[in-house]
C-alpha cells in the first residue's frame, strides 16, 4: 500500500524520427520518490512532489509499432533533401545527448527546408518542454497536429505538456485523442492512468488505462503493484 501520492516514477521522452528509422524512447530516472511511467516531469520540486505535421494529403497517416516497453517504431513517409535528413538526424543526436539549445537550432534549419515534416516539429516541442519554453513546445506541437492530425505522438507529447502546465483536463482530451487514433499506443495508456490517478483522482479511469498499458507490458511490475493498489482502493469505496 502507498502511503502517500509520491510513488516511485521513471521518466521516458520520445524523440520522433522519420521514414522508417527507429523511434528512440530513452529513460531517466525524475529522482526518489517519483512515479515509474512514460510521463515526463520536469526538475522542479513541485512536480517531483506530485509524482511523475500542415499535411501534403490529408490521408497521410503516422505507422506505430512497438518494440519494447522502452521503444517502438513510428514511420512516416516524407520526401526531404540528403541535407536536410543529415541535419534531421544530428538534431536527434543532440537531443538525446540532452544538448537541448543545439538540438533546437538544428531543428530550426529543418523546418525551414521541410516544412510539412511533422517529426521536426514534434522533436522541437520535446525541446522547448524540456527548457522550460512551454508556449513554443506548444506551438511546435500544435503545428505538427496541423501537419498531420493522426499521429499520435503529438497528441501524447501534448497532453504530457497540458498536464505539466497544470491543463489536467486538455490533457486526458489529448491523451484520448491519441488512443482513439492507435489504441494500442500503450505509452498513452499509461500517461493517461497517471492523470486519472494522481491528478483527476478518476480511479476507473486509471484503473482501465494502467490494465490496457499492462496487457502490452505484462512485464512491468511496479504498473502490476499499481493496479493492486487501485482495486483495493476501488473495494474500499474510494472512487468519486
Sequence with gaps: MWSSDVKPRIVVSIVVSLA???????????????????DKASASARDADKGKARSATKSRTARLDVVDDLSF?????????????????????????????????????????????????????????????????????????????SHPVAYDELGLLYRETGRFAAARESYEKALAIH??????????????????????????HYEAYSRAEP??????????DLRSRLGRGEAR
Design 219 to 228: 512485464d512491468d511490475k511496479e504498473v502490476t503493484i499499481w493496479i493492486a
Design 73 to 149: 517504431t513510428i514511420t512516416e513517409q516524407a520526401r526531404i533533401s540528403g541535407e536536410a535528413r543529415a541535419q534531421f538526424d544530428g538534431a536527434v543526436q543532440l537531443l538525446e545527448q540532452q544538448r537541448y539549445e543545439q538540438g533546437i537550432a538544428q531543428l530550426l534549419g529543418v523546418v525551414e527546408k521541410a516544412p510539412d515534416v511533422t517529426a521536426p516539429y514534434i522533436d522541437l516541442g520535446i525541446a522547448y518542454e524540456r527548457l522550460g519554453n512551454f508556449e513554443r513546445a506548444e506551438a511546435s506541437l500544435k503545428k505538427a497536429i496541423e501537419i498531420n492530425p
Design 183 to 208: 489504441a494500442g499506443f500503450h505509452f498513452a495508456h499509461r500517461n493517461l492512468a497517471i492523470l486519472c490517478d494522481i491528478y483527476l483522482n478518476d480511479l476507473p479511469c486509471a484503473l482501465a
Design 20 to 38: 522508417a528509422a527507429a523511434l528512440a524512447a530513452h529513460s531517466a530516472c525524475a529522482g526518489a520518490g517519483t512515479r515509474a511511467s512514460s
